[in-house]
């Protein structure tokens, strides 16, 4: 797994995680959208300071963006789509 493939996985992994959608990631990391879906579709090639920004906005190290996953963990599965309820009802 090369380093832009291990960031991606990472990024999602996280995001899931963390149950945050790709726009709340964005807006957190204070990036485009876009962005975030092609920084997780191997699409660009983010520099020091985007994998800073996400990574703090995933409240991780930038290392663990590069963690490579265990020989067994299965790949990340997108968030179920459709809007995610407010936190204030």
Request: aromatic residues 4%; charged residues 30%; proline residues 7%.
């Amino acid at each position: 797994m090369d380093s832009r493939e291990l960031v991606a996985w990472n990024m999602r992994r996280l995001r899931v995680e963390r149950k945050l959608s790709q726009e709340k990631l964005a807006e957190l990391a204070a990036v485009d959208r876009t962005y975030v879906s092609r920084l997780e579709r191997m699409m660009e090639n983010p520099s020091i300071g985007i994998l800073d920004k996400v990574a703090t906005a995933l409240s991780v190290s930038i290392a663990e963006l590069f963690v490579p996953p265990a020989q067994d963990e299965a790949r990340p599965k997108p968030l179920k789509a459709g809007r995610r309820p407010s936190s204030a009802s």
